[in-house]
Antibody, heavy 120, light 108 residues
Framework: QITLKESGPMVVKPTQTLTLTCTFSGFSLFTDSVGVGWIRQPPGKALEWLALVYWTDDKRYSPSLKSRLTIATYRSRNQVVLTLADVDPADTGTYYC????????????WGQGALVTVSS | EVLLTQSPGTLSLSPGERATLSCRASQTITTKFLAWYQQKPGQAPRLLIYDVSSRASGIPDRFSGSGSGTDFTLTINRLEPEDFAVYYCQVYGSSPQAFGQGTKLEIK
């Protein structure tokens, strides 16, 4: 049974760095074609893909946020960490951790989401 | 970068009716990598359809996907009360990923 769970701060101040951790179970990031990614959703708005890391450690980022994003893996702990630098109130939203079993990256399992508010 | 436009923004139908949701891409999608997700209030999205027309595990056969090129459709036959939600299309297979802005399916 595949599960993913996001953890991190609920409130972050503008200009700070947001760090979110995805802890997963039921699969391994050493397995061929597996990837873990992040998607966010501002309140009442659409989904926005942020970043994705594959089993090969190949990393992909949203072009519009690439300069501020870092995705890292801690495979022995079954964790993937996303950092977003220099946050702004526009970064407020629910951040989802997602799993893919294909190199084409369709997201078949999602975490419950973590609501992050950027506010002073 | 591919942009996806979904229509209509809101669709009002009654249980038992058929829903037809549209997703139009800004450029031709030459692969089959188009997916649909369902999201209910307070929940994470759920994968319904991948590779244009393949149903994900556990998805009822009243959900179907079709299309090619720039025009794609999600059809839901015989709407059930639990089908009223927001639906997103997604293009994948190359960076960057892209989602449509969503279609809200509401009870009439």
């Amino acid at each position: 049974q595949i599960t993913l769970k996001e953890s991190g701060p609920m409130v972050v101040k503008p200009t700070q760095t947001l760090t979110l951790t995805c802890t997963f179970s039921g699969f391994s990031l050493f397995t061929d074609s597996v990837g873990v990614g992040w998607i966010r959703q501002p309140p009442g708005k659409a989904l926005e893909w942020l970043a994705l890391v594959y089993w090969t450690d190949d990393k992909r980022y949203s072009p519009s946020l690439k300069s501020r994003l870092t995705i890292a893996t801690y495979r022995s702990r079954n964790q993937v960490v996303l950092t977003l630098a220099d946050v702004d109130p526009a970064d407020t939203g629910t951040y989802y951790c997602v799993h893919t079993m294909t190199s084409a990256a369709v997201f078949d399992y999602w975490g419950q989401g973590a609501l992050v508010t950027v506010s002073s | 970068e591919v942009l996806l436009t979904q229509s209509p923004g809101t669709l009002s139908l009654s249980p038992g009716e058929r829903a037809t949701l549209s997703c139009r891409a800004s450029q031709t999608i030459t692969t089959k990598f188009l997916a649909w997700y369902q999201q209910k209030p307070g929940q994470a999205p759920r994968l319904l359809i991948y590779d244009v027309s393949s149903r994900a595990s556990g998805i009822p056969d009243r959900f179907s996907g079709s299309g090619s090129g720039t025009d794609f459709t999600l059809t839901i036959n015989r709407l059930e009360p639990e089908d009223f939600a927001v639906y997103y299309c997604q293009v994948y297979g190359s960076s960057p990923q892209a989602f449509g802005q969503g279609t809200k399916l509401e009870i009439k």
